[in-house]
């Protein structure tokens, strides 16, 4: 029983700090466009602080360490649950960073190229970012194998690598990433389909608040699809690489 109620204490923790994030985001985007679109946002606070900005660059962070943190102790045991909230996710993020750092060079770079093609005409600039694109869905996959024992290790930064893990990997990943762009696509929708309803609402502020919750409501479920997402490829990696 203790374990149930510690698992729930952990969801409810997860989607209060996504449920701020999602806040922060909106009222900044509120802030940004929410006069050309202003349907789609919840209307901004008056005076946006640096103090919204720097919580919001935490709890990315914090989600960051959280998410790998989640995919180490996976790597330990299947039936993990999802980590507590602590201060060991932003030292996860530290230990991170240095591939993260060393891999996004190469996607920058290849990005700035790709932008040099557009001479060539869409077809061919289409087709190298589409390239750019699932390079990119690997390179995670090698982040998540980093998280086993973030461990700085020269295999993890050499281009061998992830051709090991695209030879190793490509089908079973294909069909997992199919899978959560499906979720998220549905998602997406069934959020999309319950807004249109709100208008039945007459009231301005419950109605404010009720899109509120729906997209706390809906960042939780896409952070759920992510750790399943990282479930998944978690299970493919032990099974190609133990």
């Known amino acids: 029983m203790n374990k149930i109620t510690d698992n729930i204490f952990r969801h409810i923790t997860l989607f209060s700090i996504v449920g701020i994030l999602t806040i922060i985001i909106n009222d900044y985007l509120a802030f940004i466009v ?23 660059v935490l709890i990315l962070i914090f989600l960051c360490g959280y998410y790998y943190k989640y995919a180490n102790d996976l790597f330990k045991d299947d039936k993990a649950q999802i980590p507590e909230a602590s201060l060991n996710c932003f030292m996860v993020f530290v230990k991170m960073l240095p591939i993260t750092i060393f891999w996004n060079i190469y996607i920058f770079a290849a990005i700035f190229v790709g932008l040099g093609l557009w001479h060539l005409g869409t077809v061919p600039s289409n087709i190298y970012f589409i390239i750019i694109y699932w390079l990119i869905v690997f390179i ?21 690598m992830l051709k090991t893990i695209i030879i190793k990997t490509f089908g079973r990943v294909c069909a997992v990433l199919i899978e959560v762009i499906a979720l998220f696509g549905l998602t997406v929708y069934l959020l999309y389909q319950i807004y249109n309803h709100l208008t039945i609402i007459k009231d301005h502020g419950l109605y404010l608040a009720t899109v509120l919750l729906g997209l706390c409501c ?9 750790i399943l997402y990282i479930k998944k490829i978690v299970r493919i990696l032990k099974n190609k690489f133990n």
């Open 34 to 56: 929410g006069m050309e679109i202003p349907k789609w946002f919840v209307s901004a606070h008056e005076n946006l602080s640096a103090l919204d900005f720097s919580i919001g």
């Open 140 to 160: 995670n996959v090698i982040f998540i194998y980093y998280a086993k024992e973030l461990k700085l290790s020269k295999e993890f930064f050499s281009l061998n």
């Open 218 to 226: 809906g960042a939780y479920i896409i952070t759920l699809i992510h």
